[in-house]
């Protein structure tokens, strides 16, 4: 299956990205950027595609979650084009019903099964994760 994207230049370093079935999303570079940049959508994009992974995952385990967030961090080479060498995701659960062995078997999973984002990012750099679980920030 073929996927598309088109990229509209707004001004300045502006843009508006399109997704082939009609989504949109801005972005933005510099000191006022009003969006987040190309970059940095990409950590998002890591994250949130093993989020919906995880979610799907534990809920078909038939357990609840009541909190979940995921950071990213990164680090840049020093030169250009300045990539992302390594990356660390951080998977934050809360929930009562949520136990070590049903997190971990969704991360896994995630990880190595499902998530497209990860696998291609895995191509390219380090990636490494760790979780915590019950632990309000």
Not at 9 to 14: D, F, R, S, T, V
Request: with cysteine; charged share 25%; hydrophobic share 40%.
């Amino acid at each position: 299956m073929t996927k598309t994207a088109r990229v509209d230049w707004l001004e300045g370093y502006k843009l508006e990205g399109k997704t082939d079935n009609g989504k949109t999303v801005l972005m933005d570079s510099g000191e006022n950027a009003a969006s987040a940049s190309p970059a940095q959508l990409l950590l998002q994009a890591l994250a949130g595609c093993t989020m919906m992974d995880c979610v799907l995952i534990i809920g078909k385990a038939r357990k609840k979650i009541d909190k979940f967030w995921i950071d990213v961090t990164a680090e840049e080479a020093d030169q250009h084009p300045k990539v992302f060498t390594k990356m660390h995701v951080t998977y934050n659960f809360v929930g009562a019903e949520l136990d070590a062995a049903t997190v971990e078997r969704a991360i896994k999973l995630s990880e190595e099964k499902y998530c497209r984002v990860h696998a291609m990012l895995a191509k390219s750099s380090e990636l490494t994760s760790s979780y915590n679980l019950n632990a309000e920030s």
